[in-house]
């Protein structure tokens, strides 16, 4: 079972609309979390990190909320628009520099 | 990016055949990482290395091999490909840790072995 399970798997939505995506982690203790945004053909580029005391992280229209109690974190996409189609992997760092990546999840924004 | 190039970007070759994927940064990072993607799969690490004289096994380094030439280049090689190392083949690099250190991916190499 992987260690960071991210859900939903794909999502459509229309442009203008806002979307969450969700990652659930059962690594620990860890020292933060990340999410990338892979658009296709590319490497992933981090959005949002945050360290495990913080709560929320934001980066334009991309909101990250971490709860630690739960193992959970959202990624909130805000008034999308269609260059926010990719890849959304979120990436749990323990420490020791080990990277824990989730499998992502695929966002289509249509017009 | 633009700081971590990858080459070649595309490569179809041959069961047994030697291959050699090549990453360079302009970053000045010590620390390089190369990684295979695969369709339903996260990233996973094969090696990594923290600085010239430094080479560590990732998760799946069976099969492969690296090469630190310099701060800036780090070489993935697969000795005899098999179909199953058909993927997405990422380098990224990282400076020292820091709390919230970022790995920076180069833009990928897609490798088919037939």
């Known amino acids: 079972k992987n260690q960071v399970e991210q859900s939903p798997q794909s999502l459509i939505i229309l442009e203008g609309k806002n979307c969450t995506l969700q990652?659930?982690?059962?690594?620990?203790?860890?020292?933060?979390l990340r999410w990338y945004k892979q658009d296709t053909g590319r490497g992933p580029v981090s959005l949002t990190i945050?360290?495990?005391?913080?709560n929320t992280k934001s980066n334009g229209r991309y909101t990250a909320t971490l709860d630690a109690d739960t193992k959970q974190s959202s990624l909130h996409i805000t008034a999308s628009q269609l260059s926010d189609s990719a890849s959304y992997i979120c990436v749990v760092s323990l420490y020791g520099n080990k990277l824990v990546f989730g499998a992502g999840t695929i966002l289509r924004v249509k017009s | 990016d633009a700081d971590v190039t990858q080459t070649p970007r595309n490569r179809i070759t041959k069961t047994g055949k030697r291959i050699m994927l090549e990453c360079s940064q302009t970053?000045?990072?010590?620390?390089m990482y190369w990684y295979r993607q695969d369709p339903g799969l996260g990233l996973r690490l094969i090696y990594y290395s923290f600085d010239v004289k430094d080479i560590n096994k990732g998760e799946i380094s069976d099969g492969y091999s690296v090469s630190r030439q310099a701060q800036a280049k780090f070489s993935l090689s697969l000795e005899s490909a098999i179909p199953n190392q058909t993927a997405l083949y990422f380098c990224?690099?990282?400076?020292?840790?820091?709390?919230?250190?970022?790995?920076?991916f180069g833009p990928g190499t897609r490798l088919t072995v037939l």
């Open positions: 945050m360290t495990f005391s913080e």
């Open positions: 990224a690099t990282s400076d020292r840790p820091g709390r919230t250190d970022t790995q920076y």
């Open positions: 990652c659930n982690y059962t690594v620990s203790p860890f020292s933060n």
């Open positions: 970053k000045g990072h010590d620390r």
